[in-house]
């Protein structure tokens, strides 16, 4: 386990504006959107309790001897100690998370504890779904008289406190305990509480940047990245400014034709008859050397081609119907 004080506050994505708030780091916006696009690179978002002007959910232990009153504040929480050991959840019991204990490795706690404590160790208190029963805690050590709030780390892989339990399966809720042996009527402000995963995008510019990431992933996506937007009708498929998968629609299709054209009889003897759905324009016939026979001009949509002249054998009729141009074969056979 490690504690790390931190001096500065890291940036927050939100993208809700619940109790409970959830910021996805883009995107798992749109990585949320973002199914999309992100598939095996979605990684998971901070969840972000921020007790400034609200309690997140939060409620007092129901039991006496845990007992505390949550006040919001718009800088922090106060919680209002009854007893040495206040206790705060995050919901009551018949509410959960459901996340799995291997979601997110860190902690992040922000608080002032303007206490004499002796033995200031805050305490987080992890809880299977539905119970009050924790399956495992940490202490967290921080300082006393504090006249500005502080950041501390925790490492969730680290190991809980002896005889604790172990930190596996699924976690309903967190909990903390204020700072040990503060007296009745003391009180301790919380104002910011983030879990999170060390490793993720460190690429401010990203869009699935995680702020609160200490060692790269590999797996930023950028604007600018190829992408696939499962639009078959779409070319050049990237990431967009908008942090979504977007391809450009592919104007070279086959154009559904309007013109038509038939040759009769095929075999053919003397006088080969073509039906066009336009006027025919200019055509030629060619034999399979390329070889040209014949070159004509015909402003109807039916003409007859004389081809007495032509030995018998395999020739090609071609003509530019306006801008469609046409290769029809047909066959020259005598008795």
């Known amino acids: ?38 598939n095996a690179t979605c990684m998971n978002g901070q969840i972000v309790y ?6 997140e959910g939060w409620v007092p232990a129901s039991e006496s001897d845990l007992g505390c009153n949550l006040i919001e504040q718009s800088e922090a929480m106060a919680m209002r100690a009854f007893n040495t050991t206040p206790v705060m959840r995050s919901g009551t019991v018949n509410q959960s998370l459901d996340i799995d204990a291997s979601t997110y490795d860190r902690v992040q706690i922000t608080l002032r504890n303007p206490t004499t404590s002796g033995n200031p160790n805050a305490r987080l208190f992890a809880y299977a779904p539905e119970t009050n029963a924790f399956m495992c805690h940490w202490n967290v050590p921080v300082d006393t008289e504090m006249e500005d709030f502080q950041t501390y780390t925790l490492d969730l892989t680290s190991t809980p406190n002896s005889g604790s339990g172990t930190f596996e399966g699924t976690v309903g809720r967190f909990g903390w305990r204020g700072p040990w042996g503060v007296a009745n009527g003391d009180t301790i402000y919380w104002k910011q509480m983030v879990l999170y995963n060390s490793v993720g995008c460190t ?36 990431i967009t400014a908008d942090c979504l998968c977007a391809g450009e629609v592919d104007a070279v299709k086959e154009q559904p034709r309007t013109w038509s054209l038939d040759m009769a009889p095929n075999p053919v003897s003397t006088q080969l008859m073509v039906t ?17 026979w014949m070159t004509q001009h015909s402003q109807s949509a039916t003409t007859s081609i004389d081809v007495s002249g032509l030995s018998p054998g395999t020739y090609f009729l071609e003509t530019s119907m306006g801008r469609n141009h046409q290769v029809e074969r047909f066959m020259v056979q005598r008795p």
């Not at 921020?50 to 309690?55: F, H, N």
């Not at 066009?276 to 040209?292: A, H, M």
């Open 1 to 38: 386990m490690y504690l790390r004080p931190d001096t500065v506050n890291q940036p927050i994505v939100r993208v809700m504006t619940t109790s409970l708030r959830i910021s996805l780091s883009v995107a798992s916006m749109a990585f949320l959107l973002f199914s999309f696009m992100f």
């Open 50 to 55: 921020d007790w400034q002007g609200s309690k």
């Open 203 to 238: 690429d401010s510019q990203a869009c699935n940047y995680a702020p609160y990431a200490e060692l790269d992933n590999g797996m930023c996506v950028l604007v600018g990245d190829s992408c696939d937007d499962g639009n078959d009708d779409t070319i050049n498929d990237m």
């Open 276 to 292: 066009s759905s336009t006027p025919l324009g200019q055509f030629r016939v060619l034999d399979v050397q390329g070889k040209v």
